[in-house]
């Protein structure tokens, strides 16, 4: 794994590397973080666990969030710091950020594994589609 290029610390927030780094000193405050989404998991234990990256460290951040993100997107993301999270089953994360809210910084695309419907929230069916009525142009 390779930290990504480009994405930079979010005001007033923590890179990644800075979040392990003081880890015991944040353990169960609010932490913002901005990076770059790698993985997507919905529904496991009723949350959905995000992946981020950033450029500050190869190392990534596990987020627990009801939000949804798409692979690639670049995201800010606010939630509580917690250290060796015990869900029992064999998941024990030592760092983990909790209930998370994920803000889709603009300029980044939608796509990735998520439907588009899922993240656009009901305006799919506005999506231009070709009128059967109209010729085609071949």
Not at 53 to 78: F, K, M, N, Q, Y
Request: include cysteine; hydrophobic fraction near 35%; aromatic fraction near 6%.
């Amino acid at each position: 794994a390779m930290a990504v290029d480009g994405v930079h610390k979010v005001e007033g927030g923590n890179t990644i590397a800075e979040v392990y780094a003081d880890k015991e000193k944040l353990n169960g405050k609010a932490i913002r973080v901005r990076g770059k989404v790698t993985k997507f998991t919905a529904n496991v234990m009723d949350k959905n666990w995000i992946h981020i990256r950033d450029s500050s460290t190869p190392d990534d951040l596990t987020i627990t969030t009801s939000g949804t993100a798409a692979i690639d997107a670049v995201v800010i993301i606010e939630g509580k710091l917690s250290l060796d999270k015990d869900y029992g089953y064999g998941y024990v994360y030592p760092l983990l950020v909790e209930d998370a809210s994920i803000t889709k910084e603009e300029g980044s695309t939608v796509c990735g594994d998520i439907p588009v419907s899922h993240i656009t929230r009901g305006s799919a069916e506005r999506l231009p589609h070709p009128n059967p009525l109209v010729p085609s142009s071949r």
